[in-house]
């Protein structure tokens, strides 16, 4: 019923070719942009901002670059969070040793930084596959947090190899309050979805998909390997490394090469895996699945176990929510190995012939 | 891509409303725990907050707090996790607007996610032995207090101990800086480095990949070195290691000292045999011959309020830790009182204020029955550290003994650096430091 496109007729080529080919969509999206732009800004809280919704944009973010990397291309990656510590210090030194650069200049330098980085990284995935090439983006994920911790240039010599970002001025403007800086978070993150929406149905994208799919047969029907490969490889790290800047600055405004650890890479490809892998909305899907689940739970668990007197410690609450999530992430991938991306992809289906399935 | 996301949303904001109908009646200190007791280093973490909390307690059963004044407290989990730690701060953070005791995260990565937003905020951030050291310098960084003491000062405090062992002088002689390759191993160096040209003896740095549980490279290299004495900075899994490696390559445990994290229970115990005769630096003593911890156990463990699970862990060097910061903590509290009005919450800006302006003698200390648990501490504007002092205590095989007093490390050495640092950090982030003077 929502769904039905009776009355939608498409006249043009435009028309057919659209981003959002059903008018329902095209409003969705629309809507969920003022909400996010408009709506949000006037009614949600510090807290919301600070802890929930910039890091929420910035690991989605990250998320969509691997899943260029991995959905896409069919790289699969275990360097994600290295690619966002280049983007991270890359930024910073960017910042500190050019004087009067713009910010957001910044974040695209830092971005083509981890970019170079990628490829270079990505150079084994010409002549390895699969599970060995996560072996060998591995490599990347120990490397560079080593040489962040090694050279203390990169940290501008601080003692400890902490760097603390400096303020984030636009326009003469500086971001202080969370407002602000989620506003910047979204902005960046809108733009750079839409262009990966683009990318990925564009020539580009149908040769990262080919490859994807079989990368022989790829090669059979012209389509050039190596090029696909490494550019799959420079534009995820390209996200990932924006992503990683936006970290550092929007979000916690100090970091520490430990901080990238492979854990944090682990999080963002299990984000991907839950979300669904190459989906554009999974990524969203998957970074709020993975990253606000938890927080829920223990904000919920302790009232549960009140209203049922159970005396439940910090610690216990903790526990409880980490098999509660292990046990959620089971669930969803049996009932949809192919993510959350998917089964809202199924429901829009049923959806749009829904009252008479056929 | 929000159509799921809105439902979490709004159920998030549902259970965020109920939380904030339990805020707190009037006439309560309430202190945000950012804490952490699961995750690789959960275990110290309870010991830490255990101790902690039982004082907290104590303080409410004992004295019915302090003046009146109930101490509250709320925990968040961080799971020693960074992000998770913000997520914390901004929760508890609305909670802590009318009356906040000092933070205490028990993270340098956290404290350092936190420093500027809790001088936003108006929310002292207290560091006790990890963090950013630099904000010694309080004319930079108002809410921030590495209390007592800092890696710089305790390494300046070792070598000063070694020196006086060693007939005053250390000239020629070879150090080894055995430390974890992370920030909190790199922050010594520093101050090392000054000491070694001051002092003149020569400093080999040798470092070790986290987690450390491989150190035969190392203590390969240390044997060639042949050094006088081994400086050791090792976190976790790494400690017991080293050890055990010394005692394999037959290094001497009675010539190596660590830090205050190299010397708990959890890191000799595991060591066995290996460990005796092993020296670390600490600023509390551990066991339960101290009066005040002996106290807690018979007021707060007696009336069934204890926080620990398995109470052997009272009076190990960490739960004895906690209870020294909350000692800090509430002492601070009394103070601010003393100039906000008694038998009042302090809110943030307060308690910041009783934090600088702190001034715990050894006749408090004792008058607390918690001598020995911290030097004395005088805080200021241009001097958030306080003290700078830490005691050497020895492993004998079975228990922590202290093998020397008070020792300060060399504050004309330090403290520059410091300063130093602070001014650069202010330069980056376009802060205009206070005038120290101007402060009372």
């Known amino acids: ?358 | 891509m929000i159509k799921s996301f809105k439902p979490a949303l709004s159920a998030v904001a549902l259970s965020l409303a109920m939380l904030s109908q339990g805020a707190a009646a009037a006439e309560e200190q309430f202190f945000p725990l950012i804490d952490y007791r699961v995750g690789p280093y959960g275990s110290n973490g309870q010991a830490f907050y255990g101790g902690f909390i039982d004082y907290l307690n104590y303080v409410n059963l004992k004295e019915k707090g302090v003046n009146g004044v109930q101490m509250t407290y709320e925990e968040c989990e961080t799971e020693y996790n960074n992000a998770k730690g913000v997520e914390c701060y901004e929760r508890l953070k609305s909670k802590a607007a009318k009356s906040a005791g000092p933070l205490h995260t028990m993270s340098t990565g956290i404290s350092y996610a936190l420093i500027d937003k809790s001088a936003q905020d108006k929310l002292p951030l207290a560091m006790m032995g990890y963090g950013r050291t630099d904000a010694v310098d309080g004319s930079v960084f108002p809410y921030a207090f590495p209390l007592v003491t800092t890696y710089q000062m305790q390494a300046s405090a070792i070598v000063k101990f070694l020196k006086d062992k060693n007939g005053g002088s250390l000239a020629g002689k070879k150090i080894v800086y055995l430390y974890h390759d992370s920030a909190y191993g790199k922050e010594a160096i520093v101050a090392l480095n000054a000491e070694a040209s001051l002092n003149k003896f020569e400093m080999v740095q040798i470092p070790v990949a986290h987690p450390g549980n491989e150190q035969g490279a190392q203590w390969l290299k240390i044997r060639q070195e042949k050094p006088d004495f081994v400086i050791f900075w090792g976190w976790g899994v790494m400690n017991q290691t080293a050890l055990k490696a010394a005692q394999k390559v037959g290094f001497p445990r009675d010539k190596m000292i660590g830090s205050w994290w190299t010397g708990s229970e959890e890191d000799v115990v595991p060591a066995g045999d290996a460990a005796k005769g092993y020296m670390a630096a600490t600023w509390n003593v551990a066991g339960k011959q101290v009066p005040v911890i002996a106290d807690i156990e018979k007021v707060v463990y007696g009336a069934g309020k204890g926080n620990l699970q398995d109470p052997s862990k009272i009076g190990t060097i960490l739960y004895n830790r906690g209870v020294s910061a909350a000692v800090l903590s509430v002492e601070a509290i009394r103070k601010g009182q003393e100039k906000y009005g008694k038998g009042k919450a302090l809110n943030g800006e307060q308690t910041r204020w009783a934090l600088e302006n702190l001034n715990i003698t050894d006749a408090r200390l004792k008058a607390l029955g918690a001598t020995d648990l911290l030097p004395e501490i005088k805080t200021s504007c241009d001097n958030h550290e306080g003290s700078g002092k830490v005691k050497i205590q020895q492993w004998d095989g079975a228990k922590w003994v202290p093998v020397s007093g008070w020792i300060e490390g060399n504050k004309g050495l330090i403290h520059p650096l410091f300063q130093a640092s602070a001014k650069q950090y202010a330069k980056e982030k376009g802060i205009t430091p206070r005038d120290c003077s101007k402060e009372k």
């Not at chain 1, 690619?83 to 030194?93: H, L, P, Q, R, W």
Request: some cysteine; charged content about 10%; overall charge positive.
């Open chain 1, 1 to 358: 019923m929502l769904y039905r496109e009776a009355g939608q007729f498409k006249t043009t080529y435009a028309a057919d070719q659209q981003l959002f080919p059903i008018r329902q969509d095209r409003i969705g999206v629309i809507t969920l942009l003022v909400v996010a732009f408009l709506g949000v800004p006037l009614f949600a809280s510090e807290y919301w901002f600070s802890a929930i919704l910039i890091p929420f944009l910035i690991f989605a973010l990250a998320a969509l670059g691997l899943n260029i990397l991995t959905g896409y291309a069919g790289q699969l990656s275990l360097g994600s969070a290295a690619f966002m510590a280049v983007g991270a210090y890359a930024a910073y030194n960017f910042q500190l040793r050019i004087e009067g650069i713009p910010i957001l200049v910044s974040f695209g330098l830092a971005g083509l930084t981890a970019a170079g980085v990628g490829i270079l990284f990505g150079l084994p995935s010409l002549r390895i596959k699969g599970f060995y090439l996560a072996v060998a983006t591995l490599a990347a994920q120990f490397f560079i947090v080593w040489c962040l911790t090694k050279f203390p240039w990169l940290s501008n010599n601080s003692s400890s190899g902490v760097i603390s970002t400096q303020q984030l001025i636009i326009f003469g403007h500086e971001l202080t309050t969370p407002v602000e800086k989620y506003l910047l978070v979204l902005s960046i993150v809108v733009v750079m979805a839409l262009a990966a929406k683009n990318m990925v149905r564009s020539t580009t994208g149908r040769a990262w998909m080919a490859v994807r799919d079989m990368d022989v047969a790829a090669s059979v029907i012209g389509i050039r390997l190596m090029p696909t490969k490494l550019l799959a490889f420079a534009v995820s790290s390209f996200y990932c490394g924006v992503a990683g800047a936006m970290y550092a600055f929007c979000y916690l405004g100090s970091v520490e090469p430990d901080g990238f650890s492979l854990e944090m890479s682990f999080k963002i490809l299990f984000m991907i895996i839950i979300g669904g892998v190459g989906s554009i909305m999974g990524s969203f899907l998957g970074a709020a699945f993975i990253l606000l689940l938890p927080i829920f739970l223990d904000i919920t668990l302790p009232f549960i176990a009140d209203l049922f007197g159970l005396p439940f410690s910090s610690a216990t609450v903790s526990h409880i929510q980490i098999t509660v999530f292990g046990a959620l992430i089971m669930f969803f991938l049996i009932v949809e190995p192919h993510g959350l991306a998917r089964l809202w992809q199924i429901a829009k289906e049923k959806l749009r012939l829904w009252p008479f399935p056929h």
